[in-house]
């Protein structure tokens, strides 16, 4: 847990981004090798096919906002950041078309341990201070929460196949998972969002 920590969120498909300034944060990874296995007779173990691992990561989260303007300001990037998870549209002769899918990249702690994470939600929930007992700020008519706790869940994507090539690192790149230290400084996976 780190107890002053940055998270940024860039929406690939709007090129809109959003940084919070977090209390608390908490960053959980998870690898899922699928196997597919059959029975066979008078074997005792079952044949095994390997399909693919799966990467999964897992960003919590608690932002405060305690004074009037820093609880506007808050509020202003929640709004934002719910409406980026919406996908882009285009418009012509009186239709919408699909134009490209909500897909996101993150970092955290201003990437001094981590390579950047991109992929798309697959959770996303907001908890408001006054659910947790945090009374909000008035100003004039208007509430504004002074704390949220945010929980993401992003399932990672890649743009290259990841695995021991010869003796290179997978995908060729030293920062595979945390943060790169490859010739050109790059690290991590990259994905290109796809139009609909």
């Not at 390997?50 to 303007?69: D, H, M, V």
Request: glycine fraction near 12%.
């Amino acid at each position: 847990m780190s107890k002053i920590a940055t998270v940024k969120i860039d929406a690939l498909h709007i090129g809109k981004s959003v940084n919070f300034e977090c209390a608390q944060l908490s960053v959980k990874q998870d690898f899922s090798p699928n196997w597919a296995s059959e029975e066979a007779y008078g074997k005792m173990d079952p044949i095994a096919t390997y399909a693919n691992t799966k990467r999964n990561a897992a960003f919590e989260f608690t932002i405060l906002g305690k004074q009037p303007e820093s609880a506007q300001a808050l509020q202003s990037k929640i709004d934002l950041l719910i409406k980026m998870q919406y996908p882009k549209y285009n418009s012509s002769g009186g239709g919408q078309t699909l134009a490209a899918p909500p897909v996101f990249s993150i970092s955290v702690l201003n990437n001094s341990i981590y390579s950047v994470f991109k992929g798309y939600f697959t959770s996303f929930s907001i908890q408001p201070g006054s659910t947790d007992g945090v009374p909000p700020l008035v100003v004039g008519n208007r509430f504004f929460e002074r704390k949220y706790d945010i929980s993401l869940g992003l399932q990672v994507l890649h743009s290259y196949i990841p695995g021991w090539i010869g003796d290179g690192d997978p995908g060729g790149s030293e920062g595979f998972v945390f943060e790169g230290t490859g010739a050109d400084g790059s690290g991590g996976t990259e994905v290109v969002p796809n139009g609909g």
